[in-house]
């Protein structure tokens, strides 16, 4: 069982790691903003294709993140991420998408399944939530993004379902590490959508809460109870505390930054 996830400084870089997975075999981290090459609203460690940045820096970004793992770019697997609920199964022949351009990242996807050894996924966030999965019996992992509208669509959930489709895991095996995003102290919604959140996760009590004349949706929260209903045991999910748009200094926060900001990479492979 995973115990928890731990922060790191490594010279000017700044990541989170999953040792338990690590020595199971699984390569995974989360990156920050430190430690990149990237400028001004970048600054630094951008490592999205579709924002506005320098290719060049992003590409150098992306390979000082991968060094951490012993991973190179030309292993990495990037999908298109449209805040749907496509999952991709992805092998061999898939190497390298998305990694060097975002006009070959798998179109119209938001989260990857793999259980093939030494292939890195890779997706990108600000705000928005990585959900990790390893199942240690079958040797699969995967990686979904989980914005809001994935959250209402449910994609941790046929993430898991797609892991039981064309691996035969079986959920109660599963692993869950939920990485850094927009947490309930900042995760404004509207009351229109708040209604509609509410409907949608009518089992779901406290998820939805106001404060001072504001409605904040814990997300996090949201999740966590959609994969325990889903199967995935209680103490298998590991959750990180940290919230993008309260550390400035750590992360890009899409919210915070007005929409100009980078993005941060969630990593998951297996080791060779
Ligand atoms: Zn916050």
Known sequence: MMKKWIW?????????????????????????????????????????????????YVLENRR???NLLGAKLDNVVCCEQVHGDRIAVI???????????????LPGYDAMITNVSD????????????????????????????????????????????????????????????????????????PELAKQMKQEFDDFDNIITDKEGSIYWDLTETNRRLLVEYGIK??????????????????FSYRRDNGITGRMAAVIGLKE
């Open 234 to 251: 209680p103490e298998n999910i590991v959750i990180c505390d940290l919230c993008t748009l309260c550390n400035e200094n750590k992360f």
């Open 119 to 190: 292939i890195f996924l890779m997706a990108f966030y600000a705000d928005c939530y990585s959900i990790y999965f390893f199942d240690p019996v079958k040797y699969v992992v995967g990686l979904a993004h989980s914005g809001w509208k994935g959250t209402a669509l449910r994609i941790a959930c046929k993430t898991v379902d797609k892991m039981a489709d064309v691996f035969k895991s079986n959920p109660s095996d599963i692993e869950v590490f939920i990485g850094p995003g927009i947490k309930e102290c900042c995760f404004k919604i509207s």
């Open 8 to 56: 790191h400084n490594e010279g000017e870089l700044s990541y989170i790691t999953l040792p338990e997975w690590e020595k199971k075999g699984v390569k995974a981290l989360f990156s920050t903003r430190k430690g990149g090459v990237s400028k001004g609203p970048f600054s630094s460690l951008n490592v999205g294709l579709h924002v506005g940045d320098e290719e060049v």
């Open 91 to 105: 092998g061999k022949d898939h190497k390298g998408c998305g990694a060097f351009s975002l006009k070959t990242a």
């Open 64 to 66: 000082k993140i991968l």
